[in-house]
């Protein structure tokens, strides 16, 4: 979701990924999250990350503070969009 300056990273698989998404969410696997954090340090905004149960994306949000990387775990994918509209 890049709407009001907030950006949902959906950190499941490509393949879970395609199967099911939140609308405009972007697509970077758990297993790429650190080395694709310059990357995401760039982002703009606010920073939503959410997986199937939120399990993993709370691993995610631990990768990204620990690089100093300001960002909130927003659970599973369907409820990712309504974490978003509520920060």
């Known amino acids: 979701m890049k709407n009001s300056n907030k950006t949902i ?3 499941r698989s490509e393949g879970e990924f ?4 939140a609308e ?3 697509n970077i696997p758990l297993n790429e999250v ?3 954090a310059e990357e995401i340090s760039k982002i703009e905004g606010e920073i939503i990350l959410c997986f199937a149960s939120g399990n993993r994306s ?3 949000q631990q990768i990204l503070q620990s690089k100093g990387i300001d960002c909130h775990n ?6 990712a969009e309504n974490y978003a509209m509520a920060l």
Do not use: K
């Open 9 to 11: 990273i959906d950190v």
């Open 58 to 60: 709370g691993m995610a």
């Open 24 to 26: 405009d969410a972007l």
């Open 74 to 79: 927003g659970g599973s994918w369907f409820a």
């Open 18 to 21: 395609a199967m099911g998404h």
């Open 34 to 36: 650190e080395s694709r």
